[in-house]
């Protein structure tokens, strides 16, 4: 009689542990919001790695009111020229062509994905949306401007230059040249 009980008891508890760990549902609504046409050179991408870590306390910097984050930040910084405000005129009869206001370098996209370490929360004081949001804010942020501190723009620039020559060459086995005016 017990072995019996003990042999229901066992089926019960594992149906009801198997319910719970099958109810998951997860789901995705996605809705395209713009397609927009571009004319965007990246000439170098830049890799980045970066501990941030958020410290934050409420009222009082002890362990009940704090709560601290250390975070990964790995991102793919992509920098180029924006083309759209390029110019160009044709001047067939002495088959030259014109390019005008070429743009500077500048940082076309920046891709980043975050990896939360060490997270600890105090008894008063937890963690929230608005501060993963504010995490993720300051973290792209943070890769921003070392991106804008570091050499990519410089790289950017020389590859920049390398096309326009290798442009020029490429006119000048058509019969063409190419000028570019400041």
């Known amino acids: ?3 019996l009980i003990f042999v229901a008891g066992f089926f ?3 149906s009801v542990y198997q319910a719970k760990k099958d109810t998951s549902k997860e789901e995705a609504v996605i809705i395209i919001e713009q397609i927009k046409t571009v004319s965007k050179l990246i ?3 830049g890799y980045f790695n ?3 870590t958020y410290n934050d306390y409420y ?3 002890w362990v009940p009111f704090q709560k601290k984050a250390i975070i990964r930040v790995r991102a793919k910084v992509s920098a180029g020229y924006d083309l759209g405000a390029v110019k160009y005129e044709t001047d067939a009869a002495k088959k030259i062509i014109y390019l005008s206001n070429l743009p500077k370098p500048t940082i076309l996209s920046l891709d980043h994905e975050l990896d939360y370490y ?3 929360e105090g008894v008063f004081n937890s963690f929230n949306e608005a501060d993963f949001n504010r995490m993720n804010h300051k973290a792209k942020d943070l890769i921003y401007q070392k991106a804008m501190d570091s050499y990519l723009l410089v790289e ?3 590859k920049g230059m390398g096309m326009v020559q290798t442009m020029m060459a490429l006119a000048k086995q058509s019969g063409w040249e190419l000028k570019v005016k400041n």
Do not use: H, P, R
């Open 50 to 52: 970066e501990l941030y």
């Open 1 to 3: 009689m017990i072995s």
């Open 12 to 14: 019960v508890a594992k």
């Open 118 to 120: 060490d997270i600890n």
């Open 156 to 158: 950017a620039a020389k």
């Open 59 to 61: 009222k009082f910097d």
């Open 43 to 45: 000439t170098v991408e």
